[in-house]
């Protein structure tokens, strides 16, 4: 039987924990994408859904009636890559961007990466920033 418990929900889980599904060199790099989201947020970080760090939080309404709750920035670290959560569409908005970011994946709304050493840093910011001011 299928819950109508919303699984996107900010937790109590400790940010380490979410954190240290990453190792080695990719953990640092964790701790490097923490300090910026909550740099660019000005926001602490809460762990959604068991795994995931969000900053911030707004409530959405779909014209489907779906609605819910989701942080304004997010990323959740993994033992392959890190996932960045943005806004819908951020590559069809900012290629030029994206252009200059450096070797990534991305898909409707998150921004994968492998490594942080193979992206331009500042470039990271701006999609961080861009995509806070466009959920705001």
Request: with cysteine; charged share 25%.
């Given at each position: 039987?299928?819950?109508?418990?919303?699984?996107?929900?900010?937790?109590d889980?400790p940010?380490?924990?979410?954190?240290?599904?990453?190792?080695?060199?990719?953990?640092?790099?964790?701790?490097?994408?923490?300090?910026?989201?909550?740099e660019?947020s000005?926001?602490?970080?809460?762990?959604?859904?068991?795994?995931?760090?969000?900053f911030?939080?707004?409530?959405?309404?779909?014209?489907?009636?779906?609605?819910?709750?989701?942080?304004?920035l997010?990323?959740?670290?993994?033992?392959?890559?890190?996932?960045?959560?943005?806004?819908?569409?951020?590559?069809?908005?900012?290629?030029?961007?994206?252009?200059?970011?450096?070797?990534?994946?991305?898909?409707?709304?998150?921004l994968?990466?492998?490594?942080?050493?193979?992206?331009?840093?500042?470039?990271?910011?701006?999609?961080?920033?861009r995509?806070?001011?466009?959920?705001r």
């Amino acid at each position: 039987m299928a819950s109508n418990k919303r699984a996107m929900l900010p937790s109590d889980l400790p940010v380490s924990v979410a954190l240290d599904r990453a190792s080695g060199p990719r953990r640092a790099e964790a701790d490097e994408l923490l300090a910026l989201h909550a740099e660019v947020s000005g926001a602490g970080p809460v762990v959604w859904a068991g795994r995931i760090i969000g900053f911030g939080e707004y409530e959405y309404l779909y014209e489907s009636g779906h609605s819910g709750r989701a942080p304004e920035l997010a990323f959740a670290t993994g033992p392959r890559h890190h996932t960045l959560y943005l806004v819908r569409d951020f590559a069809e908005q900012w290629p030029e961007l994206l252009d200059r970011l450096g070797k990534y994946r991305a898909s409707t709304g998150c921004l994968y990466l492998t490594r942080l050493a193979n992206i331009d840093r500042a470039v990271l910011r701006v999609l961080l920033e861009r995509s806070l001011e466009e959920t705001r």
